[in-house]
Nanobody, 126 residues
Framework: QEQLAESGGRLVQAGGSLRLSCAAS????????LGWFRQGPGKEREFVAA????????DYADSVKGRFTISRVNDENTVYLQMNSLKPEDTADYYC???????????????????WGQGTQVTVSS
């Protein structure tokens, strides 16, 4: 199965930036639609961003539009989440996910994803 591992989470000040990475160890990375989700204290896991197999299509939650950018480098088996203008409300465990999909397909529902990483903690101080 595809193995996903997030990294890059840490404590940052409000207004700062952070880039999360998710590395996959499988052999079919380019066949997966990818997404980032987060789960804050006392909250349900929520959609953050998604990207299609070739990176042509992307989608973002309204709460992060204009601040976060999802990207992927298929040759590196890695998906990134660049987070700018961070707010305390962004504090959460961040998870990457992968799902087999057709080209150009965007997947935003957590139950549609097959593989999940273990998460990386992001804490934004005010």
């Amino acid at each position: 199965q595809e193995q996903l591992a997030e990294s890059g989470g840490r404590l940052v000040q409000a207004g700062g930036s952070l880039r999360l990475s998710c590395a996959a160890s499988g052999r079919s990375f380019s066949s997966y639609a990818l997404g980032w989700f987060r789960q804050g204290p006392g909250k349900e896991r929520e959609f953050v961003a998604a990207i299609s197999r070739g990176g042509v299509n992307t989608d973002y939650a309204d709460s992060v539009k204009g601040r976060f950018t999802i990207s992927r480098v298929n040759d590196e088996n890695t998906v990134y989440l660049q987070m700018n203008s961070l707010k305390p409300e962004d504090t959460a465990d961040y998870y990457c996910a992968a799902s087999l999909a057709q080209p150009f397909t965007i997947v935003i529902k957590p139950y549609e994803y097959t593989y999940w990483g273990q998460g990386t903690q992001v804490t934004v101080s005010s």
